[in-house]
């Protein structure tokens, strides 16, 4: 239901723009996010994005480096990633809140909630 993609081998300072398109509609209506995971490291939650758009939020690690954002024409959501260094290299993954409505806001930008997961990008960053 959802599809990420986009990931790839890059160098230290490179870009890379990772989309996530949703197979229905009703994922509009819905927060959505990214989480992602390295090797032998648990999942770690990168940035999330109200159903609106309005809002959204990027974790500490990638905090001045990576946005996202939404297209719900589209039913797609982003993950613009700028200065990627090796720390980064993970396994990327989209997430949806089935529980949008239910959490509060600010639970879901600080990566509550998120129960509906795509399979996942990797993006691996070369030193």
């Known amino acids: 239901q959802l599809q990420a993609s986009g990931g790839g081998l890059v160098q230290t300072g490179d870009s890379l723009r990772l989309s996530c398109a949703a197979s229905s509609r009703s994922f509009s209506s819905l927060n959505m996010g990214w989480f992602r995971r390295a090797p032998g490291k648990d999942r770690e939650f990168i940035a999330a994005i109200s159903w609106t758009g309005g809002r959204a939020n990027v974790a500490d690690p990638a905090k001045g480096r990576f946005a996202i954002s939404r297209d719900n024409s589209k039913n797609t959501i982003y993950l613009q990633m700028n200065s990627l260094q090796p720390e980064d290299t993970a396994v990327y993954y989209c997430?949806?809140?089935?529980?949008?409505?239910?959490?509060?806001?600010?639970?879901?930008?600080?990566?509550?909630?998120?129960?509906?997961w795509g399979q996942g990008t990797l993006v691996t960053v070369s030193s």
């Open positions: 997430v949806a809140s089935a529980s949008t409505g239910t959490l509060s806001t600010a639970q879901a930008l600080a990566g509550k909630g998120y129960d509906i």
